[in-house]
């Protein structure tokens, strides 16, 4: 059944560890999963099969240039025209794409989360609603620690490498300059449910 009104696009940036997951999660809770679309931009990673193995790992993920920032801006447009879209599926163990793709219909509202996002103009340009969640870089490098470990296979030794190396300079040059082009900046001090009361509170005239 065809969108009755245009998709409404809210982007959700912020620091690696900031968060952006947990609130996606609970604004899907609080709006409904029927009338959310969910997009990331992790998985818009470009495909690295074909670099040897031992190169992929020392490429710099927290760039823009390292997404594939141009398909997700036409998944985004395809969403916000009533089309549905195939989000890539991306393995972080092996830096690869996978053959599979995930089936995205239009929803009234359009979620995508990502550290980049207020960063690429032609991706901050496609959102209707652009939020950042501002937490401390203490918070987020812990977060991300464990992020890694557990969901990622990484070691203590290159997670710490890789944020050193690449994560807080690109959070610096990249991120946080971002941060002044959003429309509503959330802070690290409450919890995911009471930043997506916030943000539904914005969408009211969107969910009816």
């Known amino acids: 059944m065809p969108l009755r009104v245009r998709p409404f696009t809210v982007a959700i940036a912020g620091?690696?560890?900031s968060g952006k997951t947990?609130?996606?999660?609970a604004l899907v809770e609080a709006i409904g999963a029927?009338?959310?679309?969910?997009?990331d931009h992790d998985s818009y990673y470009r495909d690295l099969?074909?670099?040897?193995?031992d190169q992929r790992a020392r490429v710099n993920?927290?760039?823009?240039?390292?997404?594939?920032?141009g398909l997700l801006a036409d998944h985004l447009q395809s969403l916000r025209d009533g089309r549905a879209?195939?989000?890539p599926l991306y393995d972080f163990a092996t830096h690869t794409r996978l053959p599979a793709t995930t089936h995205v219909e239009?929803?009234?509202?359009?979620l995508c989360e990502g550290i980049l996002l207020l960063a690429v103009p032609e991706l901050r340009s496609a959102?209707?609603?652009?939020v950042f969640v501002d937490t401390p870089a203490d918070v987020r490098a812990l977060r991300r620690v464990q992020r890694d470990i557990v969901e990622r296979g990484r070691t203590v030794q290159s997670v710490v490498l890789q944020y050193l190396q690449s994560v807080r300079p690109m959070h610096e040059h990249f991120v946080e300059p971002a941060r002044s082009t959003a429309d509503l900046v959330l802070g690290w001090q409450h919890t995911p449910a009471e930043w997506a009361t916030t943000v539904v509170d914005l969408l009211r005239g969107r969910l009816g």
């Open 15 to 17: 620091g690696s560890g």
């Open 22 to 25: 947990s609130l996606t999660r």
């Open 34 to 39: 029927e009338r959310c679309a969910v997009l």
């Open 49 to 53: 099969s074909d670099l040897p193995i």
């Open 61 to 69: 993920f927290d760039h823009p240039e390292s997404l594939e920032n």
């Open 85 to 87: 879209v195939e989000r």
């Open 106 to 110: 239009p929803r009234p509202i359009v």
């Open 127 to 130: 959102f209707d609603l652009r």
